[in-house]
């Protein structure tokens, strides 16, 4: 079973950025993701990125976010610039589609 673990979350202001990380426990060479999770709301898929390359965005994020991978495939890292306080949530890393464990995701917190 793949293991997951996110890091790199915090409390900032309005407008600036963040740098997400996570790292596997193996190499993977599916489509992985960021998906988020705000309080009170479903899980959603805001970032993908296959194994060669292709990404995607939810419409909520693009432009603002960027989603890339190391060459192991082992890390996936979220780069979010003009934060909003909308964009206040945990976020995970999982496969997409994603498996049934999941890490303990990192908090973000977007306030003044």
């Known amino acids: 079973q793949v293991r997951l673990v996110e890091s790199g979350g915090g409390l900032v202001q309005p407008g600036e950025s963040l740098r997400l990380s996570c790292e596997a426990s193996q190499s993977i060479f599916s489509v992985m993701g960021w998906y988020r999770q705000a309080s009170g709301k479903e899980r959603e898929l805001v970032a993908s990125?296959?194994?060669?390359?292709?990404?995607n965005y939810s419409d909520s994020v693009k432009g603002r976010f960027t989603i890339s991978r190391d060459s192991a495939k082992v890390r996936v890292f979220l780069e979010m610039s003009s934060l909003k306080p909308d964009d206040t949530a945990v976020y995970y890393c999982?496969?997409?589609?994603?498996?049934?464990?999941w890490g303990q995701g990192t908090q973000v917190i977007v306030s003044s």
């Open positions: 999982n496969r997409v589609p994603a498996w049934q464990s």
């Open positions: 990125m296959s194994s060669y390359g292709k990404t």
